[in-house]
Nanobody, 128 residues
Framework: QVQLVESGGGSVQTGVSLRLSCAAS????????MAWFRQAPGKEREFVAS????????AYVDSIKGRFTISRDNTKNTLNLQMNSPKPEDTAIYYC?????????????????????WGQGTQVTVSS
């Protein structure tokens, strides 16, 4: 089992970069594929980005490609999401999630059901 705690959220203006982190504790962090999801007000939670256990494979939702970067540091048990050029439509609660699965297809890794553990979320608000 792993416990996940997100941090780094806040209120920023359009174009101001933000870096989210997710600290993991418990079972060996490198045993998990990881992902970020987000939920905007009045909308369902959606996939943002995923990363394999070793960090060699990543995937992104089209709306954030070229702006956001997912990364992990297995020596520090930390997952990151670098948010560059954020837009108001990126406003949401951001959640990190961990999966016991071996990283398979990008599609499978974009599904909520793939993930076994979730953090409590961190709010990101982007104003124009």
């Amino acid at each position: 089992q792993v416990q996940l705690v997100e941090s780094g959220g806040g209120s920023v203006q359009t174009g101001v970069s933000l870096r989210l982190s997710c600290a993991a504790s418990g079972r060996t962090f490198s045993s998990y594929a990881m992902a970020w999801f987000r939920q905007a007000p009045g909308k369902e939670r959606e996939f943002v980005a995923s990363i394999s256990r070793g960090g060699g494979r990543t995937a992104y939702v089209d709306s954030i490609k070229g702006r956001f970067t997912i990364s992990r540091d297995n020596t520090k048990n930390t997952l990151n999401l670098q948010m560059n050029s954020p837009k108001p439509e990126d406003t949401a609660i951001y959640y990190c999630a961990a999966s016991n699965r071996v990283y398979t297809s990008n599609y499978v890794m974009s599904l909520e059901a793939t993930y076994d553990y979730w953090g409590q979320g961190t709010q990101v608000t982007v104003s124009s």
